[in-house]
Every structure is written in structure tokens, then in C-alpha cells.
């Protein structure tokens, strides 16, 4: 039996219907400043990338667009969080490295890919350095997960993340400032108190437990009936409910990287919800997306309304 939720979720208005919606709401709550803008194109470019992951990847087993639409809400609900360009550009530069780094699966030979994956963390990591604390994790994965680790590889993904910085570091000895990259490294051992909460507002703590408790559902969820996927399915989901679990706790460790923090958990998260609403089948089920989805209204109006 089909209940809302997954006549939603296998509906083909879903997604061009959430994307109107969200324009909409962004044109009509203040989000028209020009740094806001760009946060839109931002926004759209992620949506059409998370299509490109969704279908590249088969990650839901029958017709479902709500990888994309849970990544549209969740950005949406953080809109005024994100208030600036260097989230944006971690959040791409996150679902481009999933992209290429999906396509070396048992592919020790898979230089190109792995080292343009590499190279968009790399990226990410001249504007928010705290992400090259991923690249062991992603060595990881990429042999557990993607098992594709080999010398090749590994060396592929050495040039990927060393690339980037020749070129920028090749320029600031030009321009006479190299001690600006090497105060910008120097940030990767420059932490913040931990469990320090007093960066973040009360929405904001209320709204990343909401993204919490929907990842431990999402990752529950698919743990419990993983067997139904394929087994390639099941290692990308293995990798998102890595990640996911990482940057929860990252975010409990150093809240004050929360922004950069939430916007790559929402790349993660995002997929184990939308398996979540696309798979469940029951009574209850039903009754927790409707629950969950006026939670999300609420506080996407808040968060509208009320800007920091």
C-alpha cells in the first residue's frame, strides 16, 4: 500500500515543485542581498548535482527525486546560516568529490577520477582548511568502500590535493605573500574550545538536532533493509552514513565550524532520508513524515523570519 509519503517521493512534480517553492520563499523573505543571490546559484547548482549523483549512482532502487528535494529543504532551512559564499563553495566542491570518487569503484586504475576528487577537497580546503581533516578518512573509504586503493591511486590522490596549492602558493611567492598560506594551514591545528555552544543560537542548536535525529533515522533505517539494494548501493550508503556520523560528532567536538560542518552533512544526510521516505511502507511511517515534515515548516519559516 502507497501511502503520501511515497506517492510524494515517487511523483515526478516533486522536485520541480520543491524548486519553485524554494525561489519563491528566498525571493520573498529578505534573502535578496547580493552575497544572498549567490547563494542561490549556489543552492540550484547543488540541487542539479545531487540529481547527477542520484542518477549516476542508482541510489534509489525505483524513480525518486527526493535525494534532491531533502537536499533543497535542508539548504533551505539553513539559508540564513549560510550566509556566506565560502559555504556554498565547500558544499559543491563536496558533491563533485562524490561524483568523481563514485565513478572509481573497483577500479584500482581509476587515476583521473581519484585525483579530480581529490583535487575538489583540495579546493574546498583553500577556503575552509579544516577539510583536509577528511582526506584519511576518504583514503579509508576509498579502499573499504570504493575499493579502488591501490599505489596509483593513492599517488593520484596525493597530486589531487597538492595541485591546487602549486598554483596558489606559485602565486603568492610571486605576489610576496606566501606567510598567508602559511597562517592558513597553521588554522588546521588551531582549534576551538570544545562543546563551546555560544556561537550558535537557539535555532540554530534546535534545527541541528533536527538534522541529527533525521540522520540516525535515515541511517537506521537503511542498515535494517540495506538488504534490499544492491551491493554497490549499499557501499555509497555505507560512505554517507560514514561521513554522516563523523561530522555529527565533528559538530558536537567543535560547534564553531558548524556552518561549513551542517552543509557537509547535509550532502550526506541527504540520500539516507530520502531512502528513508521512498522505502518505508507503513502506518507509522506516514505518521512520522507528516510530523517531521511541520517540524521542517517550522523551522524553515523561523529561520526565514528570523534572521541573525
Same mark, same amino acid.
Given at each position: 500500500m502507497k501511502y503520501l509519503q511515497n506517492k510524494i517521493a515517487e511523483s515526478r512534480f516533486s522536485l520541480p515543485v520543491t524548486i519553485v517553492a524554494a525561489v519563491a520563499l528566498w525571493m520573498l523573505t529578505g534573502l535578496r542581498e547580493e552575497m544572498?543571490? +549567490?547563494l542561490l546559484v549556489f543552492l540550484l547548482a547543488g540541487t542539479y548535482l545531487m540529481a547527477e549523483l542520484n542518477n549516476q549512482n542508482a541510489l534509489m532502487r525505483t524513480y525518486s527525486r527526493m535525494v534532491s528535494c531533502s537536499f533543497v529543504v535542508f539548504d533551505l532551512i539553513m539559508a540564513p546560516v549560510f550566509h556566506d559564499y565560502v559555504v556554498g563553495v565547500v558544499q559543491l566542491c563536496a558533491i563533485l568529490c562524490w561524483l568523481f570518487l563514485f565513478k572509481a569503484y573497483q577500479n584500482k586504475r581509476a587515476q583521473g577520477y581519484v585525483f579530480f576528487a581529490f583535487c575538489m577537497l583540495s579546493m574546498a580546503s583553500l577556503l575552509e582548511v579544516g577539510v583536509l581533516w577528511f582526506v584519511p578518512v576518504l583514503w579509508? +573509504? *576509498?579502499?573499504?568502500c570504493i575499493m579502488a586503493m591501490s599505489m596509483r591511486n593513492f599517488l593520484a590522490s596525493l597530486l589531487g590535493l597538492f595541485v591546487p596549492y602549486w598554483f596558489v602558493i606559485g602565486y603568492d611567492v610571486y605576489s610576496g605573500a606566501m606567510p598567508r598560506m602559511v597562517s592558513? *594551514?597553521?588554522?588546521?591545528?588551531?582549534?576551538?574550545p570544545v562543546a563551546d555552544l555560544s556561537a550558535m543560537s537557539e535555532l540554530t542548536l534546535i534545527t541541528l538536532v533536527f538534522f541529527v535525529v533525521l540522520t540516525l533515522i535515515g541511517t537506521v533505517h537503511f542498515l535494517r533493509f540495506s538488504y534490499n539494494d544492491k551491493i554497490r548501493t549499499r557501499m555509497l550508503f555505507e560512505i554517507f552514513i560514514t561521513m554522516s556520523l563523523i561530522i555529527v560528532v565533528l559538530l558536537i567536538v567543535q560547534p564553531h565550524s558548524y556552518s561549513i560542518l551542517t552543509a557537509l552533512l547535509i550532502v550526506n544526510m541527504s540520500p539516507l532520508v530520502a531512502h528513508t521516505i521512498t522505502f518505508t511502507r507503513s502506518r507509522l511511517s506516514n505518521i512520522m513524515f507528516a510530523l517531521f515534515s511541520v517540524c521542517g515548516l517550522v523551522l +524553515?519559516?523561523?529561520? +526565514?523570519l528570523w534572521q541573525p
Open positions: 544572498h543571490w +549567490l579509508i +573509504l *576509498l579502499g573499504t592558513h *594551514l597553521t588554522q588546521l591545528i588551531a582549534f576551538s +524553515l519559516f523561523c529561520n +526565514l
